[in-house]
Nanobody, 126 residues
């Protein structure tokens, strides 16, 4: 499966942005999808994940209550709604996927994901 993240851009602190991850080349509903981000000079970190049906989700503690991950399998797309952003969250955001059959629980580590898209940059200004 090929993934393409989009929707990044410049937003002011406290603002909102929605990212999209479009998939092609596979049966999208068979994949668990995660979002990760990498700030300048830092390690790539987990943000959120969603099960193949969308019935289960997981979030990093730092984004709980502010971010929402969702998916539309008919459109082969996963979304990340981000609210109340702060400048420390300036980062390149990546989406990743792994066949759900290979995961008993929603994976939150990079190594568990098999497919990665090119990132999209989110810049939060103060």
């Amino acid at each position: 499966v090929q993934l393409q993240a989009s929707g990044g851009g410049l937003v002011q602190a406290g603002g909102s942005l929605t990212l999209s991850c479009a998939a092609s080349g596979g049966t999208f509903s068979r994949y668990t999808v995660g979002w990760f981000r990498q700030a300048p000079g830092k390690e790539r970190e987990f943000v959120a994940a969603i099960s193949r049906s969308g019935g289960s989700t997981a979030y990093a503690d730092s984004v709980k209550g502010r971010f929402t991950i969702s998916r539309d399998n008919a459109k082969n797309t996963v979304y990340l709604q981000m609210n109340n952003l702060n400048p420390e969250e300036t980062a390149v955001h990546y989406c990743a996927a792994v066949p759900s059959i290979l995961t008993a629980a929603l994976p939150i580590t990079l190594s568990r994901y098999h497919y990665w898209g090119r990132g999209t940059l989110v810049t939060v200004s103060s």
